[in-house]
Every structure is written in structure tokens, then in C-alpha cells.
């Protein structure tokens, strides 16, 4: 560690209750998003979120990004499951009654902010909401909740209890018609559709594609006018150097990194297929760093195509550190989701985008043609499924 960031600490009481199931310590893209939202907002904060430790690593380093502005934190003892109507019943009551403890204890709360990921989050939120109607309410929606990736409805089951029938009343009480589909990720959306304040979104593509599925018209309308466009906020330079990882990038060659999980319709095919295809005298001057968990296939692959002296692999490294070495690289890479045929427009943002635009570095992105990604100022870009193009790319950048 060779430096802090310049924070200045809490001046409590905190005003501003966040509700995030997931958030610091906890190793999650959601958690660290939350964070940066409040060290955005710059605000003293009350925090609720779950008890990860059973299905989360945690990271001290992501203590840095807004620990300083956080006054009272409980961790909710919760079973830990994302879709479970049951476990968001417990978590819901039990962080309904530690958040009204601490409204009572102090001078009342001025504003609220949820994030879903993961659905819980709305939905206790909801609850407070209902409770406390002059709090202003801001719900942030990372990607669709009630639809997938390929489009498909993303379906759990609620139940016919107590806490669906307060949000039922509550949807009715403001004015539309609640959900009969009996989904918990319908109702996490519909209910922050009705009753928040400011409903954030990271981009366009995501809050037209989630807007196009809500049936009732002025329910869609209120979304409209309530909606804000907010990119996933990027940290100040001073994180980047915040630590000093061993290690070693080879002297004379051009080093591309890609940190991240790999999915299916972000896949490094291309890419490797591409340096494949390359002139044994560039692909020399290229090294490809990938840090990513489960990385055996990958490995399996790159040893079948011959490119063990141009590809290294690595494991998930911290947050620090992954910033640090992000900035250390030549390249960066970023895969847009395949959605072509599936979706009206590609409403997926890679939240990656936010940290390697802080870095300093190259960044080259796989895209779809006209989607968020594609518009960003990006140094290098070829489009998905294209491995002409990424070899054209990579001619670049060994040239560079």
C-alpha cells in the first residue's frame, strides 16, 4: 500500500439509508457499484445489506471506495439466496426493523437508495418506502431484473403472504395494478416502478427495453418521467496506485489485459482465434494477461491453438489490485454481451467499462454495432463474432 485516497471522514448523523443486499467487504460487482454511488453522492450513510460471508469472499481494499461515509452498518442475518421469495421475506422484516430503530434513534431519514442487483433489495426498500413516504426514494436497476440476457422471462416464485399483500396495497394506493404473475423479479421491478422517487438506469438501451415490458400504460409513463441515466461512476486516479502488485510484464511487447468473468455470449474465442490467425513476428510482440476464476478451459484452449507463449493466465486478483494493474497495461479489453436476435438493442453496459476508463490505458472493445459500449470513445473496436476484424486489431496495437 503505498497511499490513501484524500476522504474526509463522516460528519454523522447520516441522513441517507442505503439498502444493498450486497456491499462492501463482499466481493461482487453490485456491491462495489453501491459504493461508488455513495462516495459519488459524497453523503453520510446508514447501511443495510445481507450476511454474504456463506456465498461472498470479501475484499478489504473495497473499504477505500466509501467506508468514510459509512456511520451504521448492519449486516442483516439472512439465509443468502438471490431469488428466494422466503429469504427476501426474512431479510426484508429484519432489516425493516433495524431501519426504522435507527429513523426513530436519529432525526428521520431525508433519502434512501436501493440497488438490484439483487432483487431484495427493492423490495425492503419498497416496505420503507410505504412506511415513510416523504423519504425520497431512489431505486437503481443494474440490468433487467424480470428478463435474462437472451430475453427470456426470469422467473422465482413468491408466496401469498403478508409482505406481497403490503406491496400490493401499495401498488394499488399509488395508483396502478400490481403483478398476477406471482414472479419475484416482476414484483422487485414493478414496486420501485411505483413508488421511487428517481429510478436509475445505466443507459437508454436498458430503460426503453425494461420500459417496452411493463403493460400498464401510465405505469410505463411514470417510469418515463421518473427515469435517470446514470453510468456506473469511475473512481478517482489516486485508487489506481493505491497498491503495487508483483508483477512482471515482459520488456518489448504490447501486453493486453482482460479482467473478469467469462459467460457465454461473452466468450474469448474471438480473440484467441484472432491471435491465432496472426503473423508469428506481431503475435511475438502481444501478450494477452486474462484473470478470471475457472480458467481450465481457457487454459485447454490456448494450449490446443499453440498459444501458450503469448497468453498468461491468472487468477481473480482484488480490487486494488486489479485497478493497479489495469493501469500498468498497454490494452484493456472489454466484450460486449451477444444479444443480436435477441433483443431489440443491447441494453447491457459492462460495468468493467467505469474502471478501465480511469486507468490511463488503451481500451479495446468487442462490440455490437450501436450498442452503449460501441458509442463509448474507445481506442480500438471490432465488432462481436468478428475475428478478421480483431486480428486487424491486434496488427494495431503490436504495431503500436
Same mark, same amino acid.
Given at each position: ?45 446508514? =447501511? @443495510?445489506?445481507? $450476511?454474504? /460471508?456463506?456465498? #461472498? ?5 473495497? %473499504?477505500?471506495?466509501? *467506508?468514510? !461515509? ?52 427493492? =423490495? @425492503?426498500?419498497? $416496505?420503507? /418506502?410505504?412506511? #415513510? ?5 431512489? %431505486?437503481?436497476?443494474? *440490468?433487467? !431484473? ?53 429510478? @436509475? ?13 411493463? %403493460? ?185
Amino acid at each position: 500500500m503505498s497511499s490513501t485516497p484524500s476522504t474526509p471522514s463522516a460528519p454523522g448523523p447520516a441522513r441517507d439509508l442505503v439498502v444493498s443486499y450486497c456491499f462492501p467487504p463482499y466481493v461482487d460487482t453490485a456491491a462495489i457499484v453501491a459504493a461508488k454511488r455513495v462516495r459519488e453522492a459524497g453523503r453520510p450513510v446508514d =447501511v @443495510l445489506q445481507n $450476511r454474504m /460471508a456463506a456465498r #461472498r469472499d470479501t475484499d478489504a481494499g473495497l %473499504a477505500q471506495i466509501a *467506508d468514510h !461515509l459509512v456511520v451504521r452498518r448492519h449486516e442483516v442475518p439472512s439465509p443468502t439466496f438471490f431469488s428466494s421469495w422466503r429469504s427476501i421475506t426474512r431479510f426484508t422484516e429484519l432489516g425493516l426493523q433495524q431501519a426504522l430503530t435507527w429513523d426513530r434513534a436519529g432525526e428521520g431519514y431525508e433519502r434512501m437508495y436501493s440497488r438490484a442487483q439483487f432483487a431484495a433489495s427493492h =423490495v @425492503l426498500a419498497a $416496505r420503507f /418506502a410505504l412506511l #415513510r413516504p416523504a423519504v425520497r426514494w431512489t %431505486a437503481e436497476f443494474s *440490468d433487467p !431484473l424480470s428478463h435474462d440476457v437472451t430475453g427470456a422471462v426470469r422467473h422465482a416464485p413468491t408466496a401469498d403472504d403478508a409482505l406481497l399483500a403490503r406491496l400490493g396495497e401499495g401498488i394499488v394506493a399509488a395508483g396502478f395494478t400490481p403483478p398476477t404473475s406471482g414472479n419475484v423479479f416482476e414484483w422487485a421491478e414493478m414496486v420501485a416502478f411505483a413508488l421511487a422517487d428517481e429510478i @436509475l438506469f445505466t443507459n437508454e438501451h436498458q430503460r426503453d427495453l425494461m420500459v417496452e415490458a411493463v %403493460a400498464e400504460e401510465a405505469l410505463a409513463e411514470r417510469v418515463l418521467e421518473h427515469a435517470v441515466i446514470s453510468p456506473h461512476p469511475t473512481l478517482p486516479p489516486e485508487f489506481y496506485g493505491l497498491t503495487d502488485p508483483d508483477y512482471a510484464l515482459e520488456p518489448g511487447r504490447r501486453h493486453i489485459g482482460y479482467f473478469g468473468n467469462f459467460y457465454a455470449t461473452r466468450g474469448m474465442g474471438t480473440v484467441l482465434e484472432a491471435l491465432a490467425s496472426l503473423p508469428a513476428h506481431l503475435r511475438d510482440r502481444l501478450c494477452l494477461h486474462v484473470f478470471a476464476g475457472q480458467r481450465d478451459a481457457l487454459e485447454q484452449e490456448v494450449a490446443r491453438r499453440g498459444l501458450e507463449g503469448a497468453v498468461r493466465t491468472g487468477p481473480f486478483v482484488g480490487f486494488l489490485d486489479f485497478l493497479a494493474l489495469s493501469a500498468r497495461m498497454d490494452v484493456l479489453l472489454v466484450n460486449d454481451a451477444v444479444t443480436s436476435g435477441l433483443l431489440p438493442s443491447n441494453p447491457f453496459l459492462p460495468s468493467k467499462w467505469s474502471d478501465y476508463r480511469g486507468s490511463g490505458s488503451q481500451v479495446w472493445g468487442i462490440v455490437e454495432p450501436g450498442s452503449i459500449l460501441d458509442r463509448q470513445p474507445l481506442s480500438y473496436r471490432s465488432p462481436v463474432e468478428h475475428t478478421s476484424a480483431a486480428v486487424q486489431v491486434l496488427a494495431q496495437i503490436a504495431a503500436g
